[in-house]
């Protein structure tokens, strides 16, 4: 008869108690290779008897399934973790990660050195990858062995599925609006240009500039509220007649109000300001913001999701982006 124990039940008290191997209880309790069928009831009797709570991370390793999923953010420098669209992609992968008992590491993939991507590859406590601000050279630098458990927020290729909101289909609609409104002199803060996702919507401004006879009018940003601050003031130093900003994100939408107001400028009186992803900060702003519906949790829990279930998935999974009208535009 066993007897109950002070420290937790190992994988060798199991196998004492059922007469076995270490390799065999292992094998029956970790749900891979031969057991014979009395071998699998010992076992299965004595975990029970003796409470054992298997290691789960520990079995992880021997199977080569990873305990981890890493959310990889490609940028200039580390700053680009701080952007609370980064906070919104690991929380949502997070919450589904925990039902699959692994963990979510956040890590910066310099613009420099996309093959850090193959130390990731080798490491067998990562169970797969997400890609964030892919870049074409990250694509060409995902290993042989990521295929198949990484997934890329933004562009994808052929071995790499793409998961994105439709930005071109919310910046659209959200330059449309500006429009209707009366709004002829509309800059446009961009995203970083070495963002290939976020290029969709400066080539959607520029086309409806063009087609109505406006002016392009290109500040380069980098999504910060700083930098939109410092845009909104430069645009408006290059062209005093500006009547709307249209900003890549809410966040630099939002710096770009506080510059505007802190020179005297009202908003949307003066000039109109509008922004993307609908933070939910955005609608309790004042005035509240005028932006574009980004989806975040959705895509990230699509993306962690085909990743950790090995899902066959399409090439491009594109979510809509819809306007929120709001009293900033």
Do not use: K
């Amino acid at each position: 008869m066993d007897t109950p124990t002070a420290r937790p039940a190992t994988l060798d008290d199991v196998a004492r108690a059922a007469g076995v191997s270490r390799a065999t209880a292992s094998r029956v309790l970790g749900g891979y290779g031969f057991a014979s069928p009395a071998a699998r009831d010992r076992v299965t009797a004595a975990a029970d008897r003796l409470g054992y709570v298997p290691n789960t991370a520990a079995r992880a390793l021997v199977r080569g399934g990873g305990v981890r999923l890493v959310v990889a953010v490609a940028g200039t420098d580390a700053a680009i973790l701080d952007d609370p669209y980064v906070d919104r992609v690991v929380s949502a992968a997070a919450r589904l990660c925990a039902a699959h008992g692994v963990g979510v590491a956040l890590e910066w993939l310099p613009l420099s050195a996309p093959a850090r991507l193959r130390r990731l590859g080798d490491d067998r406590s990562v169970c797969g990858v997400l890609l964030i601000n892919t870049t074409e050279r990250m694509l060409d630098a995902v290993p042989a062995t990521l295929r198949g458990r990484v997934a890329s927020i933004g562009i994808g290729s052929a071995a790499v599925p793409s998961f994105d909101v439709d930005n071109a289909a919310g910046a659209d609609a959200v330059l449309r609006h500006l429009h209707a409104s009366g709004r002829r002199r509309i800059v446009m803060v961009t995203g970083p240009r070495w963002l290939s996702c976020a290029e969709r919507s400066v080539t959607v401004y520029q086309a409806l500039m063009r087609s109505a006879g406006l002016p392009v009018r290109l500040v380069t940003g980098d999504f910060s509220a700083a930098r939109g601050g410092r845009a909104a003031v430069e645009a408006l130093t290059r062209w005093p007649d500006t009547d709307a900003i249209y900003a890549a994100s809410d966040t630099t939408a939002l710096g770009a109000i506080a510059a505007l107001r802190g020179r005297g400028i009202r908003v949307p009186h003066d000039v109109a300001v509008a922004g993307f992803d609908d933070i939910p900060y955005a609608a309790v702003s004042s005035p509240a913001l005028t932006t574009a519906t980004h989806p975040v949790a959705g895509i990230a829990t699509a993306a962690a999701t085909a990743v950790l279930e090995a899902r066959r998935v399409p090439p491009v999974t594109a979510f809509p982006s819809t306007l929120a009208a709001r009293e900033s535009a």
